[in-house]
């Protein structure tokens, strides 16, 4: 039998394997509408490739009318902000901190709820003995992908007449066969980020049934501008520009291909790891078509192996993260706002300090997901 030492070296990769990379399509692609920009001068200022893509996600989609945004999480600061907030907001702190901070720095005090076991979504069972006088709305996030509870949120949200607004950054082409869950809720909040199944290299939108709402967050984007010389509103500068918009347009061409390739690695990753004892793997949610955004694991063994295997795996060149660890109540940047007191969150304590995401983009080859997959078993098993 091979010597432990020559079976690990053999598992070194050459060139680092990060949790994810960014879907990029062929430079060729990119130039015709390279040639556009260079042509009109627009750079910015919903320009025409902005309404080019506006218009193809509607489409692919499927929703009446979105808001594109410089970044995903200025699209939730203005959506907060149009939605006239003021008090306290039910959320999950088991999300990347961009959730608490658009709330903090919204002028909003976030109220942190336990999360379920099942797919780490905020927990509707755990919502009502969280609503005070000063609750206005709710914030679940639709994490990994996985939806949210969403009938259960929004009877909760209203039998005390308040709204429920999602942080739906990582759902972008889950579908549904219960209808299109970015029209659910008052608005939804995606995020074309780079590490996004879809990327405009930073971006994000908002989506929303509400005519009046999305007009004023064009508004918001811009400004307030509504002509040369007035300004509806105070708002800032979060638009996405002529060169995210190109980006966005190829990327769009090949997503549905990249969820297929992404799909298959999570196939070959759920084979070689179903049988570990002690290890969670997500479950599909029925009647949902995936992304495939994240393949998170959990840690179910008494001992926590999960900083093991996230430093196994980073001395053989594999880089997996600890999506969503600390929780972000307890981030210092958080606390010094909210303070250290959020009461129970048993469940998102757990999962935070058990889950690790792995790799996992198209083109990520079989053998590095073998090579992943057999790390972790040797770590877990002792083989
Ligand atoms: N709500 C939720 C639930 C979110 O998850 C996010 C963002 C937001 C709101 C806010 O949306 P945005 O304002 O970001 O649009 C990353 C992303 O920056 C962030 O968008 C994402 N969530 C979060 C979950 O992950 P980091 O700090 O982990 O990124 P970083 O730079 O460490 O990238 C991860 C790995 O990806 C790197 O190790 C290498 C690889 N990578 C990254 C970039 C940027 C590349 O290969 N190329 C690249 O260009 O936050």
Redesign the pocket.
């Known amino acids: 039998m091979e010597p432990n030492w020559q079976r690990q070296r053999k598992d070194i990769v050459s060139k680092p394997i ?5 879907l990029l399509p062929d430079r060729k692609e990119l130039e015709p509408l390279l040639a556009e920009i260079w042509d009109s001068h627009i750079l910015t200022n919903y320009g025409p490739l902005h309404t080019r893509l506006e218009d193809a996600l509607k489409h692919y989609l499927d929703v009446p009318q979105i808001s594109l945004c410089s ?4 699209a ?1 600061e203005s959506v907060l902000r149009r939605m006239e907030l003021d008090g306290e907001v039910i959320t999950t702190p088991f ?2 901190v ?2 608490t901070n ?1 709330l903090i720095r919204c002028g909003l005090k976030p109220i942190f709820c336990d999360i379920r076991m099942e797919d780490y979504t905020l927990d509707p069972d755990r919502i009502e003995e969280k609503i005070t006088e000063k609750t206005c709305a709710i914030l679940p ?1 639709h ?1 990994y992908g996985q939806l949210c509870r969403m009938d259960e949120i929004e009877a909760i949200a209203d039998r005390y007449g308040i709204p429920v607004l999602y ?1 739906a ?2 759902i972008f082409g889950v579908r549904w066969d219960a209808g299109v869950p970015l029209l659910r809720g008052a608005a939804s ?1 995606l ?6 199944v879809f990327h405009t290299i ?3 939108a908002v989506v929303t049934r509400d005519a009046t709402l999305n007009r004023r967050l064009e508004l918001d984007h811009n400004h307030g501008i509504c002509g040369p010389e007035d300004s509806l509103l105070p708002g800032g500068n979060a638009k996405m520009n002529e060169f995210q918009a190109a980006m966005g347009l190829c990327n769009l061409n090949h997503v549905e291909q990249e969820i297929a390739n992404r799909a298959a690695v999570c196939a070959l990753y759920t084979e070689l790891l179903a049988d570990v004892a002690g290890l969670k793997l997500l479950r599909e949610q029925p009647g949902v078509r995936s992304n495939h955004g994240y393949f998170p694991v959990v840690f179910l063994a008494k001992e926590n192996p999960r900083d093991r295997v996230f430093l196994r795996l980073a001395q053989n060149g594999y ?1 997996a ?1 600890k ?2 660890y600390p929780l972000t109540c307890d981030m210092t940047g958080v606390r010094a706002v909210c303070g250290g007191d959020v009461g129970p969150i048993d469940t998102a304590r757990y999962v935070s300090q058990r889950v690790l995401c792995l790799p996992l983009y198209g083109d990520l080859e079989p053998r590095h997901v073998e090579t992943i997959c057999r790390i972790i078993r040797r770590e877990l098993q002792g083989r």
């Open positions: 990060y949790v994810t990379r960014p970044s995903g999480h200025m939730l999300t990347f961009s959730t658009a996030v994490v942080d950054a990582h909040v995020s074309f980020h780079a590490t996004k930073e971006g994000g880089y993260r999506y969503f």
